[in-house]
């Protein structure tokens, strides 16, 4: 079965591509693809301007977010972040540092020491992505993150990674089936439906374009 057909793209650093698609689409699998979750059957993949087609995911330099946080549960929060420094073997002096300096960030200093059990669906996001950024990813991977999310707390986490990837320069790819989230989050907006991608050139393109629902929706609440 083809879940992608004559799938190209490319994001300049520094930008997040907000891809808007429904369930089944193939939004995931694009991900792992990326990630090297999953091999392709035909094409390649470059990360920042490196052929990744034959390396391992600990090495493509790419970090892979799920709705679900999957935090160590027998680590507190300063040593789930820290992970992926330690695997690295950075000093033990660096990692501190850094892992301090990015829970401040994500106003996380407090919980340091807390498991994260103890923590809220918005608090045990942010220590997956202070886990992923802390390592400083060449593209990070981002599939429906905020899904399981009340409203209140999914439109804090969107403008937590609005200010987080305006301030750190992240490269990312935002999968949502949310139409006002991919508008958001997207510095440029894509759609993709029956495993095909379409990345439109403006804003304008995008609400023109019928399938992305957004001029019915600007339509809908003229209409009120």
Excluded at 46 to 71: C, F, K, S, W
Excluded at 157 to 177: P, S
């Amino acid at each position: 079965m083809q879940v992608l057909r004559d799938l190209s793209f490319d994001l300049p650093t520094g930008q997040t591509l907000a891809i808007l698609g429904r369930s089944g689409c193939g939004k995931t699998t694009l991900l792992k693809i990326i990630a090297g979750l999953l091999d392709a059957d035909a094409g390649s993949i470059h990360i920042a301007g490196r052929n990744v087609d034959r390396e391992p995911p600990q090495q493509r330099e790419a970090v892979y977010l799920y709705q679900e946080p999957l935090l160590f549960p027998h680590l507190n929060v300063f040593e789930n972040v820290a992970f992926g420094l330690r695997l690295r073997r950075e000093t033990a002096s660096n990692v501190r540092e850094r892992t301090s300096r990015m829970l401040e960030y994500l106003d996380l200093g407090a919980h340091a020491g807390k498991k994260t059990g103890e923590l809220s669906g918005g608090q045990r996001q942010r220590v997956a992505f202070g886990r992923a950024l802390v390592i400083n990813p060449s593209v990070l991977l981002l599939d429906e993150p905020f899904g399981n999310l009340d409203v209140e707390t999914r439109a804090g986490m969107q403008q937590l990674f609005k200010k987080i990837a305006g301030e750190y320069g992240i490269t990312a790819v935002f999968v949502t089936h949310d139409l006002k989230e991919s508008v958001l989050m997207g510095d440029r907006l894509a759609f993709m439906d029956d495993g095909q991608l379409r990345v439109f050139g403006s804003l304008d393109d995008f609400v023109r374009d019928p399938r992305t629902g957004m001029q019915a929706e600007i339509n809908f609440w003229k209409s009120i």
